[in-house]
């Protein structure tokens, strides 16, 4: 497929500006981890922006990094641990889960897809940390949004608009994101939890109590043998694990206060600083429900209460597999490659049975991305809403058109 | 003064058909139209903005708001909604020829979710009342602006307020998960709900902070945050501002974000100290208050750096609380710090522009200039955390030209503030206030975009113009594609 290789943002104007006028949609492209990612475009250019690379504005104190969209991560993660800083969201690593071993992921694309990780439940995601952005609009406009600062309301905050519309509505250029420092010291507590309901009722204990609690998932018995951190491993059935962050006199106070609270449920054991990296990180990046490569995965948001229910009616109608995070809000599916429709009405139903909240279709071969709703459908007036924002946006619908709907 | 858009004098003629029809949608009471009782609404916190709203309406259900956005639409009546009249940027300024949509009939808090950390409320509830209605169960809702027993919840959306303690916990926008929004053709949506991140574009997100724009929020669900076992403050005094600043980001470089970080100067020291006897040093020229809370063993942990960091910067104060009462003392001074300038002045003007930490001293002089220029007194309150600065203009609104004077100070303070890299407004919003600032942080392409947004929740412009945009466009003239075809304009550009 023949690519545009823009070297700044005038450049991708120009691109745009011509495809507006010609119709043409185009992909677009910066580090290229996330191509399997959404439902397939039929796109005859791609727009390649990773030229728009490097950081542009660090000043550690200020809390607060620029850089142009396509800067790797890897790059920034490193000039922050530099300074022991760190980007709290924890952006969510999905290379191995969708093969693609070797690319470069960006700043751009994690905020394009509003990535967050574990500790989405007490530093959120993407959208809560960035702050301002530089973007190349439909109609092949340069025009700026947001700030600088960490704190600001002057306009539209059009950085969520823009966290999660998967490229549909502009290039980003350059981004300014809210960075935080790096926790000194990280421990996790884990609980032996024989029943999904009990894991939920420690995990909701923890992440009730005043001790802070930075991740807070559960792994099921035939997802920990699987586990490679030791301790998890060893133990003969499904574990509660809870996190705690901080200066160290705080994670050992409260680390230990947690484990005298969660006691009465089984034995609780300390994880120390590696093992607690390694399992986090695992759990981040779905590591643990990447194999066998050809079965479905599935992201699940719902009421943390109901997590555990939400996945049990899955296992129930289909051939299943599951963790759970964020205490029980974020639900991790994968689904056997011989179900029909790949899961999607037996995931669908049963979020809707409790409560509500949406499933993302992560993890699928093209065809079947083509044919079952990747992204949670939108009631009637709310597709409607989302249709007029994209005409504002992109009026010819030639960026990543079709990526998060039809016809968006 | 800002001017308003021009009132429609077809929809002034029409008044009385209107209120009618008004009635059979809203019955009773929930319809206002004498001059007296209208009265009350035609102000909010930016009182030198005064208008009598054509009528006043309090709906109390979603569907009454649905019905009544939806003949405003049919009609072309615009509307301004509005919770407790705080705003002090005039968000809440009413329309002569619109309708006044009061939302203080939803003050229902609609469900407590411990178990989830959430709360389901009506928009009308205020602020505080959601941390009184969870604190038994060690809850709280974290956002806190200064004027949170009156604020309502959803005056907090549309502005996306903030707090002392937002820099650890977060603002608004960081602390919902849902919302009901009926939209100005009267279309209901719910975006969100007890779990993280709504399908779709966070549409959630972008109403957040829109200042009643683009839609009338009539339901919401905010996160609840458990409270901290133990908090401790020091008090900082520092013979100079750079000193102070240096401090602040110090303490940040350390790895440490404080549960609150809040700078005064000279003026807003003495202010409060002569009106609330908080004990604060008279001789110095910046006083940082830092709070830590958490777990006991963290806090005092922290402290003891904070106060090896202060010392290292050359504070000739520093005081920590020893137990709750000293602590609401230190505190006591800064929360008075604006009826305390109310005190020495016969009016004032609180600003809010948002800075980059560093700018700290060079914006500090360069307002003590332009104070001198203007001839008004200035006094600062700083979130020394996140940058965000209150000068609060000492006026006499009695004195012929003096407001005037103050608004051009006012405006001359976040201009600098966007020139050292800053923005206009940190947490109050742009409303009427800043509306004509605009430009200078934002081109016309810029302010274009954002109008193309507004477009695609209310197409005819009716929910609260005048407010936040200098230029009101039509959306069929926002929507115009100009296309120029022709030859690729790139021909160095390499395509593979
Ligand atoms: C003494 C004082 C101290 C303050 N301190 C702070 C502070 O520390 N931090 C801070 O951020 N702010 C502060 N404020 C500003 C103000 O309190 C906030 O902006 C607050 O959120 C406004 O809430 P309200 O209910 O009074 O809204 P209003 O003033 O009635 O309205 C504000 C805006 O919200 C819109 N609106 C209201 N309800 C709805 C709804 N249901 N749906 C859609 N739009 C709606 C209105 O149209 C208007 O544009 C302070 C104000 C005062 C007077």
């Known amino acids: 497929m023949p690519a545009f290789q823009a070297k700044d943002a005038k450049q991708i104007g120009e691109v745009i500006a011509w495809a507006a006028a010609e119709e043409q949609p185009l992909e677009v492209r910066a580090g290229g981890s996330k191509r399997a990612l959404g439902r397939p475009m039929q796109t005859e250019h791609v727009l390649d922006i990773s030229a728009l690379s490097g950081i542009t504005e660090y000043e550690a104190p200020e809390l607060v990094l620029t850089a142009g969209a396509a800067t790797p991560l890897a790059e920034i993660d490193a000039a922050l641990a530099q300074k022991n800083q760190m980007i709290a969201f924890e952006p969510a690593d999905w290379r191995h889960l969708l093969g693609a071993d070797g690319t470069k992921p960006t700043i751009g694309g994690v905020l394009a897809c509003n990535l967050s990780g574990p500790r989405r439940i007490k530093a959120g995601a993407a959208r809560d940390h960035f702050l301002g952005f530089q973007a190349v609009n439909g109609r092949g406009e340069l025009f700026k949004a947001g700030g600088k600062v960490v704190k600001n309301v002057t306009g539209y905050d059009l950085n969520k608009l823009y966290a999660g519309a998967y490229g549909t509505l502009g290039v980003l250029t350059e981004v300014t994101i809210k960075v935080l420092p790096k926790p000194e010291t990280v421990r996790t507590v884990l609980v032996p939890c024989l029943e999904d309901t009990t894991a939920i009722e420690v995990l909701t204990e923890g992440l009730n109590s005043p001790h802070e609690v930075s991740g807070a998932a559960y792994l099921p018995p035939n997802i920990t043998r699987r586990s490679q951190a030791g301790t998890v491993a060893q133990s003969q059935g499904g574990v509660a694990l809870l996190r705690v962050e901080g200066p160290e006199p705080s994670t050992a106070y409260r680390s230990e206060q947690l484990t005298d609270m969660l006691g009465r449920y089984g034995p609780a054991a300390l994880l120390g600083e590696s093992e607690t990296e390694r399992l986090w990180e695992a759990l981040r990046d779905v590591r643990l429900l990447a194999e066998p490569p050809d079965r479905y995965v599935w992201r699940l948001s719902v009421t943390p209460s109901r997590g555990a229910s939400v996945a049990c009616d899955i296992a129930r109608s289909v051939d299943a597999e599951y963790l759970l995070d964020w205490g029980g809000g974020l639900i991790w599916v994968s689904i056997s490659a011989t179900a029909p429709d790949a899961g999607a009405d037996a995931v669908r139903t049963a979020v809707r049975t409790h409560g509500g909240g949406h499933a993302t279709l992560v993890r699928a071969p093209e065809n079947v991305r083509a044919a079952v709703s990747v992204f949670e459908p939108l009631p009637g007036p709310l597709a409607a809403l989302t249709a007029r924002v994209k005409e504002g946006f992109d009026p010819r619908r030639i960026l990543n058109p079709g990526r998060m709907y039809a016809g968006i | ?496």
């Open chain 2, 1 to 496: 003064m800002v001017a308003m858009p021009a009132p429609d004098q077809a929809v002034l003629t029409r008044r009385e058909e209107i209120i009618a029809a008004l009635r059979q949608i809203v019955p009773g009471e929930g319809v206002i139209d004498t001059v007296p009782e209208r009265r009350a609404y035609e102000t909010d916190g930016l009182t030198a903005y005064r208008q009598l709203p054509m009528v006043v309406v309090l709906p109390s259900t979603t569907d009454q708001v649905s019905q009544v956005l939806r003949y405003c639409q049919q009609n072309n009546v615009k509307v301004v909604p509005r919770g407790a009249g705080t705003s002090l940027s005039g968000g809440a300024l009413p329309l002569e020829d619109g309708v006044l949509l009061g939302m203080a009939k939803f003050n229902r808090i609609l469900e407590i979710d411990i178990p989830n950390r959430c709360a389901v409320v009506q928009p009308g509830v205020t602020n505080l009342g959601i941390t009184t209605a969870v604190q038994d169960q060690g809850f709280y809702y974290a956002p806190d602006p200064s004027s949170q027993i009156a604020c309502t919840i959803g005056g907090n959306i549309a502005e996306n307020s903030g707090g002392v303690h937002c820099l650890k916990y977060g603002l608004t926008t960081n602390n919902v998960l849902g919302i009901e929004v009926v939209l100005m053709n009267g279309e209901i949506v719910r975006l969100g709900g007890k779990y993280f991140d709504p399908p779709g574009y966070d549409l959630m997100g972008v109403l957040t902070g829109s200042e009643g724009l683009l839609g009338v929020v009539t339901e919401v669900t905010v996160r609840l945050t458990r409270k901290a076992p133990t908090a401790r403050a020091i008090l900082l005094g520092f013979p100079t501002s750079e000193e102070g600043g240096k401090c602040v980001a110090d303490i940040i470089a350390a790895g440490i974000i404080p549960g609150g970080m809040e700078m005064m100067d000279k003026p807003a020291i003495h202010a409060a100290e002569d009106f609330v006897h908080a004990g604060y040093p008279l001789d110095v020229e910046a006083l940082l208050i830092v709070e830590l809370d958490g777990p006991a063993p963290e806090v005092d942990h922290l402290i003891a750096k904070v106060e090896e960091i202060a010392a290292r910067n050359g504070a000739v104060t520093s005081r920590t609380s020893r137990n709750e009462e000293e602590r609401q003392l230190f505190w006591a001074g800064r929360k008075a710090a604006f009826p305390a300038v109310g005190r020495i002045s016969p009016d004032y003007y609180c600003m809010d522009g948002t800075i980059p930490r560093k700018a700290l001293p060079l914006v500090l002089a360069r307002m003590r200039e332009m104070s001198e220029r203007y001839g008004l007194g200035v006094a600062n309150v700083f979130h020394a955390g996140d940058g965000n600065l209150h000068p609060l203009i000492m006026y006499d609104a009695n004195k012929p030209g003096e407001l005037e004077r103050t608004e051009e100070f006012g405006a001359d303070i976040l201009r600098l503030c966007v020139e050292v890299g800053g923005v206009l407004t940190g947490e109050h919003g742009v409303g009427v206030e800043k509306r004509d600032l605009m430009d200078s942080m934002f081109n016309e392409t810029d302010l274009a975009q954002q109008q193309r947004l507004k477009c695609a929740f209310d197409p005819n412009g009716l929910l609260n113009p005048g407010k936040v945009f200098p230029k009101l466009h039509r959306c069929a003239e926002l929507g115009r594609v100009h296309v120029h075809r022709g030859q690729l304009g790139f021909p160095d550009l390499p395509r593979f």
